[in-house]
Each structure stands twice: as C-alpha cells, then as structure tokens.
C-alpha cells in the first residue's frame, strides 16, 4: 500500500496597516515576512497559493521568488465580509457567527459560506499533484477553515491567532491532521 501525503501550510498575514484589501504590511509585518520566509527555507514547496488582498501577498512574496514559484492569486482565499455596513458591535456579531454559521447581516457572508468557499480550495488542493503546498490567507477565513475539521474552533480560538500565524494539515491516506506550526 502507498502512503500518500499531502501537506498545505495555512498562513495567516503578517501585520497590516489596516483591514481594506490593499493595506500594506506595517514595518513590523515586513520584519515578520523575512522571519516567515526564514521558516520556510527548508521546506520545498511545489505551489503558493494567496489571497488577492495586497497584505496576503506581501507577506509571502519572497518564499514564492526564493523557490522561483509563481504565485497564483485565489478570490476564494479573500476574507470573510461580514456586512458591507459598519457594524459598531461587528465583535459581538462576530462572535454569534460562530454559534449559528447561518446567521448573515446587510449584504455579508455567512460562517458557512465563507468555509464552504475556502474548504473548496483545500479540497482542490488534496486532489491536485502538489505534495507541498502554501496558502496565504486571513485570520477569520482561517478560522473557518480550521472549524471545518476541528468543530470545536470558535470565536476564543479565532482571538488567539497571530499575524502570522502557522498551521499545518497533513492528509495521510484520507486522514486530515492539524498541527500549529507557529505563532507570530
């Protein structure tokens, strides 16, 4: 029997200025991508995978030009929107996100929607040939994603992710582990 092994390296960005898709890294963020890269030096990679938001791709760009990897841009990666409204209790609405992954306010993306799209591109990624693959994404898509396969990851666990943020899912012969690699 054949054991096969998949890897995808789930990062969250490093530092930003702010929450809008073209915030920058802060000075800090662009010290923790040099750091992020460090990280990386052992591991080969066979596809980088980031989210269109400039953030995702700044923290990530050099392990991409370090391997000589093109860095493919996924909409699917994007962070949730949980209302195009300004929402003064957005943390409180948040929270309830967790708890009824249905629940949707003015023109935003349910909990379920937004796993939906994001286990979407894992599932791809398992199917595809890459053994070693990097996603950039952010720290609210990320914790969908990581609910989806760890039911018990709600809105505490999402508080205590970092920028960045490291995890590791390992598909061994149709078995998902995780593991948190590191935290920023």
């Given amino acids: 029997m054949i054991n096969l092994e998949k890897k995808i ?7 930003a200025e702010g929450q809008s898709s073209e915030a920058r890294l802060t000075a800090k963020g662009i010290r923790q991508a040099a750091d992020l890269a460090e990280f990386f030096v052992d591991v080969k990679m066979n ?14 760009e050099r392990v991409a030009a370090r391997e000589k ?6 909409d699917r990666l994007a962070e949730r929107i949980l209302s195009r409204e300004v929402l003064p209790d957005w943390l409180e609405k948040l929270k309830a996100t967790y708890d009824d992954l249905d629940l949707k306010f003015d023109h935003g993306e349910s909990s379920r929607e937004a ?12 199917k595809s040939d890459s053994e070693n693959t990097l996603i950039v994404t ?3 898509l990320m914790s969908l994603l990581l609910k989806n396969y760890l039911p018990d990851f709600g809105f505490e666990q999402w508080r205590n992710l970092t920028n960045p943020d490291v995890f590791l899912l390992k598909l061994t ?8 690699l590191w935290r920023g």
């Fill in 9 to 15: 390296f789930v990062i969250r960005h490093c530092e």
């Fill in 47 to 60: 596809r980088i995978i980031s989210s269109p938001f400039l953030r995702a791709i700044q923290s990530i």
């Fill in 69 to 74: 990897i093109d860095l493919e841009v996924e």
């Fill in 115 to 126: 796993m939906n799209r994001v286990v979407s591109v894992m599932e791809e990624i398992f």
């Fill in 138 to 140: 952010h720290g609210n």
């Fill in 173 to 180: 012969n149709n078995e998902i582990t995780i593991d948190r």
